[in-house]
């Protein structure tokens, strides 16, 4: 069992917070979309899809324009959990722990919960959900883990938290029509068929007819039972502080969306060429459904806010919005038409899965009314990992050791003079080739195919050239030199063979 015991809570002691210690416990939604874009919200200069609710926020809050995560799923959600960067992370990809067996079976899923989940997290992992418990909250998580299988330790409520209500899998979360969703450690049935997503529009069927896609949709949509248990959880919490991490599967692929919200944007976009799939389901109005999926999540966070203040909980309530990781590509998904990379490219090769701007660079929005001015606006430098020591510092606990994160609190309250800065960022991943990254304030350095044994870095300077076109590696040494140094001294060997580089570990792929 986790020695949550011998963990010592403290009052941190920083100027920042000093200023907090006295004053009731704020509640905390930490709300993470799946694959949205940097620029698929209005508040980031979408024109395409609407999201007032979102953009609402950016007005009442702060927004970040230089906020990062990292190129997919799981190791987005471990960096969060735990405050470490990529190069300590114990997960660093997508591992499905395929050596259970079919693991990519829906069927075989439905009826052998043990096929479920992803490579779960340690035991000893210390999360956000941990040091809130410390502070004494309510902790829960709606929506997508990625971070454990059923009958591991890697569970939600195994790792700091009260209440589960969810998808445990990323791979069940590939449809919205799963068989059944999990509430703590039990199953709970839906009204659907478990379906392998992965299928092809028949051949003999006209692709132009609407009708044809109707097996394509189920019964249960299961982001209408999140946003429910969602607001569930406030209510029964709503007299004692609690944290709650809403990890909402929008607007991953598949391209299923509520019908009133495919309707609206296909009377916007008009017609449209049909997703045929091969991967993912279907799908005959490709655009308006991504669209419709965003706007969802949008009036998801317009429901959150209401019941905060149906409850008179809003003044005393932080709620912060961002995303895991950058667009999709594949599913029918059209990022480059949304533009919902913003200033970054966001095709294949440049979005998600990659340490470009496009995949890693995230929308970042935090309220906090009376601490955080409205319409606010930074360019401090963070990313997901610094969420722990700022949790930290904002409940009164300090945070654990060997984390790589820095408190963004000064920044949220206006102590701009006392915001330390990271010297740089790092990243790794050991998909799509092998990758490393370092940014140095306006330097980004990446090195691609590390699995090729490629270890030359190309460098990108972000302040004329954001979309990383233009490699000056051989004009700047110096750089060159530093962050060789810091990929070869940020970079642990990892616990998991999965994640072996074997140009920098001697051994994997």
């Known amino acids: 069992m986790k020695k949550i015991g011998l963990f010592i809570s403290l009052l941190c002691v920083t100027g920042a917070t000093n200023i907090l210690q006295a004053q009731k416990k704020p509640n905390i939604i930490y709300i993470l979309a799946d694959d949205l874009g940097y620029g698929d919200i209005g508040a980031m200069g979408q024109t395409k899809i609407e999201t007032p609710n979102i953009d609402a926020l950016a007005k009442k809050g702060m927004l970040f324009t230089q906020y990062y995560a990292d190129p997919v799923c799981a190791p987005s959600r471990y960096l969060l959990m735990t405050g470490k960067h990529s190069g300590h992370a114990y997960i660093r990809g997508n591992d499905e722990w395929a050596q259970r067996g079919p693991v990519w079976d829906y069927k075989a899923m439905e009826a052998n919960p043990f096929l479920e989940g992803q490579r779960p997290i340690p035991d000893s992992t210390i999360t956000i959900a941990e040091m809130c418990k410390q502070a004494g909250y309510t902790t829960g998580i709606v929506g997508k883990w990625g971070l454990g299988a059923p009958m591991t330790d890697g569970l939600p409520n195994r790792q700091g938290f009260d209440y589960f209500y969810g998808f445990i899998c990323q791979r069940e979360d590939h449809t919205y029509y799963p068989g059944h969703l999990w509430e703590n450690e039990s199953r709970v049935a839906l009204n659907n068929n478990a379906e392998d997503p992965n299928v092809k529009f028949p051949a003999d069927l006209d692709s132009l007819d609407e009708k044809n896609y109707a097996k394509y949709q189920q019964r249960d949509y299961a982001s209408d039972f999140l946003i429910s248990a969602a607001l569930r959880f406030i209510d029964k919490n709503k007299s004692a502080p609690f944290f709650l991490y809403y990890a909402s599967p929008l607007p991953h692929v598949s391209l299923q969306a509520p019908q009133k919200w495919v309707d609206y944007y296909h009377r916007k976009f008009g017609d449209e060429k049909p997703f045929t799939g091969g991967s993912y389901f279907p799908c005959r109005y490709p655009r308006a459904t991504y669209a419709a999926m965003v706007s969802a999540l949008d009036e998801e966070i317009g429901k959150l806010v209401s019941k905060l203040k149906a409850l008179n909980l809003y003044d005393n309530t932080i709620i912060v919005f961002t995303s895991d990781n950058g667009p999709s590509y594949n599913g029918g998904t059209d990022s480059p038409w949304f533009n919902s990379g913003g200033p970054f490219k966001s095709e294949q090769g440049w979005g998600k899965g990659y340490v470009h701007e496009g995949g890693i660079r995230e929308p970042f929005i935090i309220t906090w009314p009376g601490k955080i001015k409205t319409e606010s606006k930074t360019d ?88 990383e076109q233009h490699d000056v590696a051989s004009e700047h040494p110096d750089i060159i030199k530093k962050m060789e140094q810091i990929m070869k001294d940020e970079h642990s060997k990892p616990e998991v063979s999965t994640f072996l580089m074997k140009a920098l570990d001697g051994e994997g792929k």
């Open 380 to 467: 401090h430098i963070a990313a997901n990992w610094d969420f722990m020591p700022t949790l930290c510092d904002i409940i009164g606990v300090s945070a654990p050791k060997q984390i790589d994160g820095i408190s963004y609190l000064p920044t949220l309250i206006g102590q701009n003079a006392k915001q330390q800065k990271h010297p740089f960022l790092y990243w790794e991943f050991p998909e799509s080739g092998g990758q490393q990254a370092v940014r140095i304030d306006n330097w980004k350095g990446i090195r691609m195919n590390i699995h090729k044994g490629n270890l030359k870095i190309q460098l990108f300077d972000l302040s004329s050239d954001i979309q």
